[in-house]
């Protein structure tokens, strides 16, 4: 057997994925479960991360015309019963308010009391009670493009959650645009899944394939999700970011209605688009290795640590004025346009310290002792290479040089998850390749198989359950660039088919 | 009767203030009312200011090492029972969660299903749910002072809304610590107030008056509640931020504990403080003048908008041209590390365009027409100065003038502001003079009264609530300067008391 290397996380990726995902949730500090079920606490470390992902996204959303604002946390029922296909996905797994008071009941204790006429939902999302806004706001083609954000906390009633990925509660934001043509909706989907993809690849060096849902996959309500899908290190898929053209159908709902240049009376076109705090799941299990999570140092929550080196008590002044020294150069500096964030760690608790950083996931660390004051140096170690490869350079050089190492860890992360993503994924033609490269080789690590497959499919909703029933695989998308073929379909077999890619997903 | 001064607002202030109010929401664009109870719709215009207060807090909270964490929306019924006095103030007024799902009902409708076993209250603030995390966090003395900041969504179910100043669902922030020993909680408890009072003065100035409450008036579960009060302009007070010492209250009622230097283990010590979406109603009613809103340029949604005057389809590119010469030189300034915004508004729709703007707050309009481009001029507005008043200037000297004058906006408000509260607030010592101060001259306009009363209270909750049931006056704070005196009480006459304010309130 060949030994162990020693790693942070226990277990590894390789032993155990999913176990693995919850130990670096832990160590890195991210975030925790809390005593609310299916609800998380986000943690500064984790938040950090949040909030610069959200800066990132809010800039582009900016720069398309888009305005935040905030609608109600509560939506009547009867609001969400406006739409049928939109209730019957939403009803099933929703908070519902009933009472607006808690009183002392007869053991004592305090019952819920005040009922209330008409219950409300906690937003799952806010299509409908938004929609009833917009039919407000909405009066003539004069009054559109309407276009809209809100971050906001949403409820879903998951059954089986996991930290970031499926949470009862989460954060995100759900865009939300009316406009006069159809066209100009379907333009605008596309848009704002373009400014996702550029979310993921640019700032989460998370390389995505952008395309559409099939029916049975889609947005309950719409007439077109398209997506971007993200490869995970156990290839499974997570879809990152979600923009819909919802036709007409909510405008009907909601009574969207608006005049026309002509002066006839039409009702608007929308669009709605979402991103939530499942992306910092997906940077977690896209960069992370067995020593914890590895921050893409575009949206780290800090760039690098310095961990200053006292063996003698002596040595200390002229260490801390050394380090405050190199604090300052480099804050001098920023990166994207980012203040640029730098951590000290003069705790001393021996070897913990380096390997607390580690877990965190920080971009750089650095270690300055005596010994590198002496001889004008740094001592660096870059997140994205092995805990043990350091290198000593000279600190003029490591100041000048600092964004461009960050440049070099982003790109690199980049460069490693694409090429990931490329060596699991297969073109498969043949119903017993496509079978043997979903089911796992050990029948101890169920969770490990190909990866991505981009197989031919026929359209039919039937071959698509018949796989998902077989395999637990779904079609992720079918990617805009995919042609038309006369491929087989990998299911029926019938000829004239498109490219899609099948994969287990989050 | 004088002639009425043309105003954009219908009712002016005088005529009806509460009225008005309402009116200047509206006709700002800064916010709704939904169709859930209590709930509003916080629009574009409103919500960037709301987002420019965020930004100044967050960075002064980040001055004092405080970071930003999230929490469940979800408080088990049990956590909030954990602290007698905190469940007994929120009880009263609180969403109740008590099913999580819907499903058809025996007549066809939806009906909430799948009841909880425990009731879940939706935040009315989080001293309880947070608490449970901070147990788990805080070990030892050197897990402290544990500094957390929480951006949030919040519902108490107030029984008489009215937007931003009271409404079912707000948005706030709330800050919790922990701390080894009282001093530092106590000494963390004034700093916050500090950082509130600094926020209010200097970004939305908004004159406060800084005190402690009354055992009466405190935060339900705290030992002490102290809070930035600001009068309006129809002189009452609005609490625009408080800050609690809990003592070892909410500690003990969490278990919050940790293991001191000398290794004993002890309940820590704890704060909390907040604000809300309430100061932007405080920013209305401070500034906001005949004809609307008044934008504090350090907070505005927007600094500036351009007005081009196109009288001749052929003057157009010229026009505009020029226009947009003067954004990008503004454009490459900043205003206290902000960025510069600037609107330009082309809409031609004859003086309503002016007008919007106005009502909307924005500090300065700026005209630009032919005759202006060839003197090489503009024509520009100051909101602080009536709306009639515009004064013709050349363009690089307004260019160059222009962080001055927003500033000298910002400080003429906040100079008109600390007059006003000056010339109605009075040091009173007789009950008769007391009571004329609070009594209406006019039984039309019930809520015109004097103002603020400096008058000396002494110290007996049996005063206070005597004040209050008569004239629905209370007692906002004992401001920190406020001496002891022998002053007797204005209520029960006897001598030995301290000067506190007293005032009608929000």
Redesign the interface.
């Known amino acids: 057997m060949p030994k162990k290397v020693q790693s942070a996380i226990e277990p590894t990726r390789a032993e155990d994925y999913p176990e693995w995902y919850q130990q670096v949730v832990k160590a890195s500090d991210l975030a925790?479960r809390?005593?609310?079920r299916g609800?998380?606490?986000?943690?500064?470390w984790g938040?950090?991360l949040?909030?610069n992902i959200v800066d990132a996204m809010d800039d582009m959303f900016e720069e398309t015309g888009v305005?935040?604002?905030?609608?109600?946390?509560?939506?009547?029922?009867s609001?969400?019963?406006k739409e049928a296909e939109h209730?019957e996905g939403f009803?099933?797994?929703?908070?519902?308010?009933?009472?607006?008071?808690?009183?002392k009941g007869p053991d004592g204790?305090?019952?819920?009391a005040?009922e209330l006429a008409e219950?409300?939902?906690?937003r799952p999302t806010s299509e409908t009670?938004i929609g009833?806004?917009f039919s407000?706001w909405v009066k003539s083609y004069r009054d559109l493009p309407l276009l809209?954000n809100q971050w906001?906390?949403v409820?879903r009633?998951e059954m089986r959650t996991r930290i970031f990925l499926r949470t009862s509660?989460f954060?995100w934001q759900e865009g939300h645009t009316v406009h006069a043509t159809e066209a100009e909706a379907i333009e605008r989907t596309r848009m704002m899944l373009d400014v996702y993809a550029r979310c993921a690849e640019e700032y989460l060096a998370m390389p995505v394939i952008k395309g559409r849902k099939s029916a049975a996959e889609r947005f309950p309500g719409a007439v077109d999700t398209t997506c971007i899908e993200a490869m995970m290190q156990d290839r499974k898929a997570l879809q990152a970011g979600t923009s819909h053209f919802l036709g007409q159908n909510f405008a009907r709902a909601s009574e969207i209605k608006f005049q026309t240049t002509d002066e006839k009376e039409a009702y608007a076109w929308t669009t709605s688009w979402g991103t939530s705090t499942r992306l910092v799941g997906g940077v977690i299990m896209t960069h992370g290795d067995d020593d914890g999570i590895i921050l893409p140092p575009r949206v780290a929550s800090s760039h690098a640590v310095i961990l200053p080196i006292v063996r003698k008590p002596d040595d200390r002044p002229a260490v801390m004025a050394y380090v405050d020294n190199l604090v300052n150069r480099l804050k001098e500096q920023t990166f994207h346009g980012r203040r640029i964030k730098i951590e000290v760690d003069d705790r001393d608790i021996g070897g913990a310290r380096g390997w607390d950083w580690i877990k965190k996931g920080i971009p750089l660390r650095v270690e300055i002792g005596p010994r590198d004051i002496e001889g004008n140096s740094v001592f660096v170690g870059r997140r994205d290479k092995g805990h043990r490869e350091k290198e000593s350079m000279s600190v003029d050089r490591f100041v000048a040089e600092f964004a461009n190492l960050l440049d070099d860890i982003q790109a690199n992360l980049y460069d490693r998850a694409l090429a990931y993503r490329e060596a699991h994924t297969r073109d498969i033609k043949d119903k017993q390749d496509f079978d043997d490269f979903f089911t796992p080789k050990d029948s101890d690590k169920p969770e490990i198989h190909g990866g991505f497959a981009v197989s031919p499919w026929c359209g039919d909703a039937a071959c698509e359950a018949a796989i998902k029933e077989d395999l637990k695989v779904t079609i992720r998308c079918i990617p805009f660039d995919s042609e038309a073929t006369d491929d087989k379909c990998i299911c029926c077999g019938k000829p004239g088919s498109r490219s899609v890619i099948f994969a287990k997903a989050y």
């Open positions: 925790e809390s005593s609310v609800c998380m606490v986000i943690k500064p938040y950090s949040w909030e305005k935040n604002a905030y609608f109600p946390l509560f939506i009547p029922k609001f969400l019963e209730v009803a099933k797994e929703c908070a519902v308010v009933t009472h607006h008071r808690l009183e204790g305090l019952v819920p005040g219950p409300l939902v906690v009670i009833d806004s407000r809209i906001a906390n409820v009633w509660e954060l």
